[in-house]
């Protein structure tokens, strides 16, 4: 099925430069596999997995025929007191691939809901621990946690930032790990552990009964793919541990396989407190969100509670939608059937090779690379973010979709790709960035 776009005006279009856009417009018009076509029939390798979400590839009719049976049989049903039973099996099948004791998952529509649903979640355990006072967040520069009022507190990106007022007091940022000595550095960094210390000192200045959660995307995504030092986040973890901090991994890029296991924290060999995911839950078809908490979350906020009464205020209309659910049911079972995730783990050293072989070029000032995930850095042209964009534009023109945050590209093929897609997408990187 297709639309005529009789005009473009009306769509405020998110994270988009809206007049250049509507200018020389980039519409997508279908997908299958590894590609897109645009409007103008033309084809476009897929290199970002749309926004980091279709892990599986485009089109799969599994998830498509699992969603169009459960809409038919029950369209919507209200989560709050009453329930349907596929959410009750996406919960069992995500908490099987989540780390030891995470096995309560929170359902909601998106990564930006899941940052915030697990900020409350944290608020509302500590008041449970019988340790409300506790309401500082910890969160690291570069970080990018949605765009929700809470995600956007937690937010370590200026330009996200910037125009929204002072918004969550309480708020403080671990410095970024990216180091000038690591430039070109394939895996985790060998210096930079340090960093984590930073955690400690804010424990030392505010006390370490004020501090609720500390929040980090293991291998921080949209900035540009920032691998954390060997041995970070196990001393995060330690921090956390030693003063009743909750840790709490972002995996809303990284989860589903990306790093080659179901989650970094498996990757990295660290266990948080809650994971929060979105994209690849689904596939990308329809929204979800979640968040995994352990055991002793959950069993602390419900327990806390009198008989009959809601243990936790929270949740969305849509919280757990049958359609999303049959979506993300239908995904999991691709990746168990296809041992996707054993699949990134196996591609991964050809993907980073092709992709570090791009070194040479002049204008590509660092690569960084784990998993099937890899940040390629363009050395800034006039001013920072333009090349950037001039380069997502020269790549859609020669037929392919990237995702760039300011002038970092970001690499992240589904998880079926061939070696072959690898290879086209190396090629047309080389020839593009070559032109700077
Ligand atoms: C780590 C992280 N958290 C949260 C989000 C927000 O997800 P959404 O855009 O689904 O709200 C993103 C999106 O890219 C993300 O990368």
Redesign the pocket.
């Known amino acids: 099925m297709q639309y005529a776009a009789n005009s473009l005006e009306n769509h405020w279009m998110p994270f988009t430069t809206n007049r250049d856009f509507k200018s020389d417009p980039r519409l997508m018009v279908k997908a299958q596999g590894l590609y897109y076509w645009n409007h103008k029939g033309e084809k476009l390798v897929d290199a970002s997995s749309g ?2 979400c279709c892990a599986a590839g485009h089109g799969r009719k599994e998830i498509l025929e699992a969603v169009t049976a459960q809409m038919a049989e029950i369209d919507y049903t209200p989560h709050f007191q009453t329930g349907h039973p596929s959410s009750f099996e996406l919960a069992r099948m995500v908490a099987k691939i989540t780390p030891d004791n995470l096995d309560y998952v929170f359902f909601c529509n ?6 915030e649903t697990a900020i409350k979640i944290a608020l509302a355990y500590h008041v449970a621990n019988g340790e409300g006072q506790r309401t500082r967040f910890v969160s690291r520069e570069r970080a ?4 929700n009022m809470g ?1 956007v507190s937690l937010s370590g990106m200026m330009r996200n930032r910037e125009a929204f007022g002072a918004v969550m007091p309480g708020v403080v940022h671990l410095r970024h790990t990216w180091l000038p000595e690591n430039r070109f550095c394939i895996g985790e960094p060998a210096t930079g552990v340090e960093l984590a210390e930073d955690l400690q000192r804010f424990v030392d200045l505010y006390g370490p009964r004020s501090i609720a959660a500390c929040f980090v ?1 293991p291998i921080a ?2 900035t540009g793919v920032l691998i954390p030092p060997k041995g970070y986040l196990k001393r995060l973890r330690e921090i956390c541990d030693k003063h009743g901090i909750l840790l709490v991994f ?1 995996e ?2 990284c989860g589903f396989g990306r790093t080659g296991k179901a989650f970094a924290a498996q990757s990295f060999g660290v266990t948080p407190d809650m994971i ?1 995911m ?2 690849a839950l689904t596939n990308g078809a329809l929204p979800m ?1 979640a968040v995994a908490v352990s055991d002793k979350i959950y069993n602390t906020v419900v327990g806390a509670a009198a008989d009959g009464a809601v243990e936790f205020f929270h949740g969305y209309t849509y919280s757990a939608h049958p359609a999303a659910c049959a979506a993300g049911i239908a995904t999991l079972k691709i990746y168990e059937k296809e041992g996707l995730f054993e699949r990134a783990a196996e591609m991964s050293d050809y993907f980073l090779d092709r992709m570090y072989a791009l070194k040479d070029i002049k204008a590509v000032s660092d690569i960084r690379g784990y998993g099937m995930l890899c940040g390629i850095d363009l050395a800034p042209g006039v001013r920072p973010g333009l090349r950037g964009y001039d380069a997502t534009k020269r790549l859609f023109n020669r037929g392919l979709h990237i995702k760039f945050t300011g002038d970092a590209g970001i690499c992240a093929p589904a998880l079926v790709a061939e070696k072959s897609h690898i290879d086209e997408i190396y090629q047309i990187f080389r020839e593009v960035f070559s032109e700077y």
């Not at 998106?110 to 940052?115: D, K, M, T, Y």
């Open positions: 926004l980091f998106s990564g930006s809901e899941a940052v990018y946690h949605g765009v995600g995307e995504g949209s972002d809303v890029i929060t979105a994209k969100g």
